[in-house]
């Protein structure tokens, strides 16, 4: 058969382009209630409230299998279910030994997918008496922080600044520190707030880092929370100005001629 003359194959398309259009697939419906969510939800409370937390490893696969169903697509009433199951995983049942929180860690992974309602769920998590400032549960709340700054919810900025400020903790003022690095999308005064926070931090560490003498606890004490954090915070720096330096010096020198000027 002979090819269609050039003219005709184009007044051919042009009839059929708005056929398949018409027929384009819509958007599709809202999913229903997934019956395997709501059963694996019901067998993760169980593993929660186990008093001999004998089962922590089938919850932690539990969570992963609801991470995938999330991840493909989940009615809005599911998702909710799911976010209130991994909230009753911190806040519900013994609490696990703090050297054996896989079931906490799985928790807060899933969360950092959740958006705000993850972010609330982290955050209250971090601030809960469970889980208070004993050094042992140091390497959870870092978890903690690091999925609650991959929900990347600006609402936790403020919040997650303050930690990187004061926290007694070093490792946890890194963390927050690390976790602000994911807002590098957001807009331009989210990032400068960001910069300013931590800027103010690092300068009055770094004048008391400088102050050393044979006594000055103070300034040793600066230094060793200076090597703790600043390379997660040089990070973080990098990511919301678009620059790159490795000390303080550098960046106040670079933020003093360009904190008014666009970035």
Same mark, same amino acid.
């Given at each position: 058969m002979n090819p269609l003359p050039?003219?005709?194959?184009?007044?051919?398309?042009?009839?059929?382009?708005?056929?398949?259009?018409?027929?384009?697939?819509?958007?599709?419906?809202?999913?229903?209630?997934?019956? %395997?969510?709501?059963?694996?939800?019901?067998t993760l409370k169980d593993v929660v409230l186990d008093r001999k937390m004998a089962r922590d490893d089938e919850g932690r696969q539990i969570i992963d299998d609801l991470l995938i169903k999330m991840q493909?697509?989940?009615?809005?009433?599911?998702?909710k279910d799911v976010v209130k199951a991994l909230d009753s995983v911190f806040m519900r049942g013994k609490v696990r030994p703090h050297d054996d929180t896989k079931l906490y860690y799985a928790a807060a992974a899933a969360l950092g997918y959740c958006g705000t309602e993850g972010a609330k769920v982290l955050k209250n998590a971090f601030e809960s008496k469970r889980f208070d400032d004993n050094k042992?549960?140091?390497?959870?709340?870092?978890?903690?922080?690091?999925?609650?700054?991959?929900?990347?919810? %600006?609402?936790?900025?403020k919040w997650l600044t303050k930690i990187a400020r004061t926290d007694v903790e070093a490792a946890l003022q890194a963390a927050a520190g690390d976790a602000l690095g994911n807002f590098e999308e957001s807009k331009e005064q989210v990032r400068k707030?960001?910069?300013?926070?931590?800027?103010?931090?690092?300068?009055?560490?770094?004048?008391?880092?400088?102050?050393?003498g044979s006594s000055n606890i103070e300034a040793q004490n600066a230094q060793n929370r200076?090597?703790?954090?600043?390379?997660?915070?040089?990070?973080?720096?990098?990511?919301?100005?678009?620059?790159?330096?490795?000390?303080?010096?550098?960046w106040q020198t670079w933020y003093n001629k360009n904190k008014n000027l666009p970035w």
């Open positions: 050039t003219v005709r194959l184009f007044a051919l398309l042009a009839v059929l382009a708005p056929v398949s259009a018409a027929v384009a697939p819509q958007d599709p419906k809202p999913k229903g209630p997934d019956k %395997e969510v709501a059963d694996k939800i019901a493909a697509g989940l009615d809005p009433k599911d998702e042992d549960w140091v390497p959870l709340r870092e978890q903690l922080l690091k999925y609650l700054g991959r929900t990347k919810d %600006e609402s936790m900025v707030d960001i910069v300013e926070e931590l800027m103010t931090a690092y300068g009055s560490l770094a004048e008391k880092a400088g102050q050393m200076l090597a703790t954090l600043q390379d997660k915070w040089h990070s973080t720096l990098a990511k919301m100005t678009r620059q790159n330096f490795t000390t303080f010096r550098e």
